[in-house]
């Protein structure tokens, strides 16, 4: 008994010590994905911390994971066998931060985002009131219904499911656990509202996409020719290393960072701007250092995101999360209802027009949709495209915005439509080409 019970601690330890020799250069990465996640969807979505580790964190190597909250101090840290502890914090108005080593929430702006959110008594979408309980007779509803139990089977791991058809609430379902007033992370859907941010700004004057010399740091080498087309449109030349199975400049970023901003910043060329297209979260957050860099203060900063696109389109379940910095950041951390990322959808659906007012231009809508060569046009300003027929069934005028672990807004001009769904399967694990497909069969 005694020499089973010793080799069993035998096999453990080593175990134990195969992990920790594979993970631990990564092991900072894994507990801040793990504490940063943890903190976001209990103390700004609400989550159980149970459901979160099961389902949210429940994948290679995060699940290697142990998690402790504490409710006092709205704070969870996260460790891998008792090694490398990282915590996130939450800070009301701005969501979670991950803490790199060393600092603390006291070293967070003390500024909060001033939002301004007037009753909206019209019917959802453009409006918060109960929808209208419209009928379309060119809708197959049982078809619809078929359409969307397909997209909630087990292994689809959907969570929810939100359809705008010509201004209108068409369906909406949700997985246990979740219903219409959950917030769910956009992860890189951010990048979109990063894009639109910059179209507010077009619209005012205040930018133009051709100009370049973006940048104090880039004055005096070949950077000082990337425009803000270049960098909408990820082909800016900067070098830049976008995978997350290792450590890389967007894990380094992400999870060791201050200031996400500067990571990109600090990156030399590797070919002339406008030649290469290479997909760039640090590109987003730099993109969010610029827009800050257009006010003269920090507060105004804050705010214009909120005032000019979020809540002016009553997003009012939307949060934006910064770094330490006090930066958005812009490629990654944005959280709201899937009600409200469907009327982001709808404002672009709309060529930028929301309740007679035109927040966006017509002209930026078309230059969102352009596709950058070397995509395979499957790219434009920081929205997905379906140009060359990615998903061959669905009409090649789609755009969207994507997200990790297939998050979704996508929008269907041609059948007046908004498709948004959530969840923790993405293409082609869950196949957006058949579940697309099967919806817009239903309203043909």
């Not at 290679?60 to 994971?65: G, I, K, N, Y």
């Not at 209108?168 to 941010?197: C, N, Q, R, V």
């Not at 969102?368 to 046009?377: D, E, F, L, Y």
């Amino acid at each position: 008994m005694k020499r089973t019970v010793t080799i069993t601690l035998l096999v453990l330890l080593l175990v134990v010590g195969v992990v920790v020799y594979i993970y631990y250069p990564r092991l900072n990465l894994i507990t801040g994905f793990a504490a940063k996640n943890m903190c976001s969807c209990v103390y700004e979505a609400g989550r159980d911390p149970e459901s979160v580790a099961a389902q949210d964190n429940n994948f290679e190597p995060v699940h290697l994971s142990d998690f402790e909250l504490n409710r006092e101090k709205k704070a969870a840290s996260s460790t891998v066998f008792g090694l490398k502890e990282r915590v996130a914090v939450y800070n009301e108005g701005f969501g979670c931060t991950l803490l790199p080593q060393g600092t603390n929430k006291d070293d967070l702006p003390p500024e909060k985002p001033k939002r301004v959110q007037p009753p909206l008594a019209s019917p959802y979408p453009y409006g918060n009131e109960k929808p209208l309980d419209t009928v379309f007779p060119e809708v197959d509803y049982d078809q619809l219904e078929t359409a969307l139990k397909n997209a909630f089977f087990e292994e689809h791991k959907t969570r929810a499911v939100v359809l705008l058809y010509k201004g209108h609430l068409l369906s909406e379902e949700y997985a246990p656990g979740f219903d219409k007033s959950t917030k769910l992370l956009g992860w890189s859907m951010t990048k979109s509202i990063t894009s639109a941010i910059l179209g507010v700004l077009q619209r005012k004057g205040r930018i133009a996409v051709d100009e370049d010399d973006l940048f104090r740091e880039w004055e005096k080498d070949r950077r000082a020719f990337i425009t803000l087309d270049n960098l909408l449109k990820m082909n800016s030349g900067l070098k830049w290393e976008e995978d997350y199975t290792r450590i890389s400049d967007v894990t380094k970023m992400l999870f060791l960072s201050k200031d996400m901003s500067e990571v990109q910043l600090e990156k030399s060329l590797e070919s002339d701007p406008g030649v290469i297209w290479n997909y760039s979260s640090g590109t987003s957050n730099l993109l969010s250092g610029f827009i800050r860099d257009e006010f003269a203060t920090y507060q105004e900063y804050l705010d214009f995101w909120y005032h000019e696109l979020i809540d002016r389109i009553g997003m009012y379940s939307m949060t934006l999360e910064t770094d330490l910095a006090g930066n958005y950041v812009g490629s990654s951390y944005s959280w709201a209802t899937p009600r409200d990322w469907a009327k982001f959808g709808q404002l672009y659906l709309n060529r930028g027009e929301w309740n007679g007012e035109q927040i966006l231009t017509e002209d930026w809508i078309n230059y969102t949709v352009q596709p950058v060569a070397g995509s395979k046009g499957q790219y434009g300003a920081h929205f997905w495209l379906n140009a060359e027929g990615y998903y061959p069934d669905v009409p090649r005028d789609l755009f969207s915005a994507n997200g990790f672990q297939g998050q979704h807004v996508f929008v269907i001009p041609s059948k007046d439509l908004v498709v948004v769904r959530f969840g923790l399967a993405e293409h082609p694990e869950f196949d957006l080409n058949i579940f697309l497909r099967e919806i817009i069969a239903a309203v043909e």
